[in-house]
Protein backbone atom coordinates (compact mmCIF):
# COMPACT_ATOMS: atom_id res chain seq x y z
CA UNK A 1 0.00 0.00 0.00
CA UNK A 2 1.15 3.43 -0.95
CA UNK A 3 0.79 6.26 1.72
CA UNK A 4 0.11 9.81 0.74
CA UNK A 5 -0.14 12.41 2.76
CA UNK A 6 -1.76 15.74 2.11
CA UNK A 7 -1.48 19.03 4.41
CA UNK A 8 -1.67 22.82 3.48
CA UNK A 9 -5.41 23.48 4.05
CA UNK A 10 -6.62 26.24 5.58
CA UNK A 11 -9.18 28.64 5.72
CA UNK A 12 -8.20 31.74 3.49
CA UNK A 13 -9.85 34.88 2.30
CA UNK A 14 -10.66 35.12 -1.16
CA UNK A 15 -8.06 36.65 -3.53
CA UNK A 16 -5.42 34.47 -1.24
CA UNK A 17 -3.29 31.96 -1.77
CA UNK A 18 -2.35 28.04 -0.49
CA UNK A 19 0.50 25.80 -1.42
CA UNK A 20 -0.83 21.96 -0.81
CA UNK A 21 2.18 19.69 -0.35
CA UNK A 22 1.49 15.76 -0.81
CA UNK A 23 4.29 13.71 0.77
CA UNK A 24 5.15 10.63 -1.22
CA UNK A 25 6.54 7.58 0.38
CA UNK A 26 10.08 6.78 -1.85
CA UNK A 27 11.22 8.31 -5.02
CA UNK A 28 10.26 5.60 -6.87
CA UNK A 29 6.50 6.84 -6.82
CA UNK A 30 8.08 10.30 -8.06
CA UNK A 31 8.22 8.85 -11.47
CA UNK A 32 4.55 7.81 -11.52
CA UNK A 33 1.88 9.94 -12.53
CA UNK A 34 0.22 12.08 -10.20
CA UNK A 35 -3.00 14.21 -9.32
CA UNK A 36 -4.98 16.50 -7.15
CA UNK A 37 -8.27 16.21 -7.05
CA UNK A 38 -10.96 17.90 -4.93
CA UNK A 39 -14.68 17.04 -3.82
CA UNK A 40 -17.31 18.66 -1.74
CA UNK A 41 -20.21 16.83 -0.17
CA UNK A 42 -22.80 15.58 -2.35
CA UNK A 43 -20.99 16.17 -5.60
CA UNK A 44 -18.12 13.57 -7.69
CA UNK A 45 -14.79 14.34 -6.97
CA UNK A 46 -13.31 16.61 -9.83
CA UNK A 47 -10.17 16.15 -11.54
CA UNK A 48 -8.13 19.55 -10.44
CA UNK A 49 -4.27 18.81 -12.02
CA UNK A 50 -2.10 15.95 -13.11
CA UNK A 51 1.79 15.98 -13.71
CA UNK A 52 3.01 12.47 -15.70
CA UNK A 53 6.44 10.60 -15.41
CA UNK A 54 8.14 13.26 -17.84
CA UNK A 55 6.73 16.38 -16.04
CA UNK A 56 3.97 17.16 -18.57
CA UNK A 57 1.26 19.06 -16.68
CA UNK A 58 -2.96 19.61 -17.19
CA UNK A 59 -5.29 21.49 -15.89
CA UNK A 60 -9.68 21.96 -15.18
CA UNK A 61 -10.36 24.48 -17.05
CA UNK A 62 -11.32 26.16 -13.82
CA UNK A 63 -8.04 26.63 -12.60
CA UNK A 64 -5.92 27.28 -15.22
CA UNK A 65 -3.66 30.12 -15.12
CA UNK A 66 -4.45 30.04 -11.04
CA UNK A 67 -3.36 26.77 -9.80
CA UNK A 68 -0.01 24.87 -10.55
CA UNK A 69 1.08 21.52 -9.81
CA UNK A 70 4.47 20.94 -9.34
CA UNK A 71 7.04 17.91 -7.53
CA UNK A 72 10.17 18.48 -5.55
CA UNK A 73 11.93 14.97 -6.61
CA UNK A 74 14.48 15.49 -3.40
CA UNK A 75 12.10 15.78 -1.19
CA UNK A 76 9.70 13.26 -2.45
CA UNK A 77 6.98 15.73 -2.63
CA UNK A 78 3.77 17.03 -5.02
CA UNK A 79 2.63 20.62 -4.57
CA UNK A 80 -0.34 22.32 -5.77
CA UNK A 81 0.11 26.20 -5.79
CA UNK A 82 -3.66 27.83 -5.52
CA UNK A 83 -3.28 31.92 -6.39
CA UNK A 84 -6.18 34.23 -7.24
CA UNK A 85 -8.97 31.50 -4.59
CA UNK A 86 -12.18 32.06 -4.71
CA UNK A 87 -15.10 30.58 -2.83
CA UNK A 88 -15.96 27.68 -5.37
CA UNK A 89 -12.44 26.50 -4.48
CA UNK A 90 -13.58 25.31 -1.22
CA UNK A 91 -13.52 21.96 -1.02
CA UNK A 92 -11.22 18.46 0.20
CA UNK A 93 -8.06 18.09 -1.91
CA UNK A 94 -6.66 15.05 -2.49
CA UNK A 95 -3.43 14.06 -4.27
CA UNK A 96 -3.29 10.57 -6.02
CA UNK A 97 -0.93 8.57 -7.73
CA UNK A 98 -1.03 5.98 -10.58
CA UNK A 99 2.30 3.59 -11.54
CA UNK A 100 1.21 4.43 -15.15
CA UNK A 101 3.04 7.28 -16.82
CA UNK A 102 0.81 9.08 -18.17
CA UNK A 103 0.78 10.82 -21.63
CA UNK A 104 0.78 14.58 -22.81
CA UNK A 105 0.47 15.56 -19.24
CA UNK A 106 -3.03 13.00 -18.05
CA UNK A 107 -2.94 10.11 -16.23
CA UNK A 108 -5.37 7.64 -16.30
CA UNK A 109 -9.11 7.75 -15.35
CA UNK A 110 -8.87 5.86 -12.39
CA UNK A 111 -5.72 6.31 -9.82
CA UNK A 112 -4.75 3.56 -7.83
CA UNK A 113 -3.48 5.43 -4.32
CA UNK A 114 -4.78 8.39 -2.84
CA UNK A 115 -4.20 10.36 0.68
CA UNK A 116 -7.03 11.10 2.80
CA UNK A 117 -7.26 14.37 1.92
CA UNK A 118 -6.54 18.41 2.83
CA UNK A 119 -9.44 20.75 3.48
CA UNK A 120 -9.72 24.32 1.77
CA UNK A 121 -11.91 26.37 2.43
CA UNK A 122 -11.79 29.90 0.77
CA UNK A 123 -14.46 33.10 2.20
CA UNK A 124 -15.89 35.31 -0.05
Known amino acids: QVQLVESGGDSVQAGGSLRLSCAVP????MRWCMRWSRQVPGKEREIVADIDSHGATSYADSVKGRFTISKDNAKNTLYLQMNDLAPEDTAMYYCAADHSIGVGGYCADEMEYWGKGTLVIVSS
Open 26 to 29: GSTY
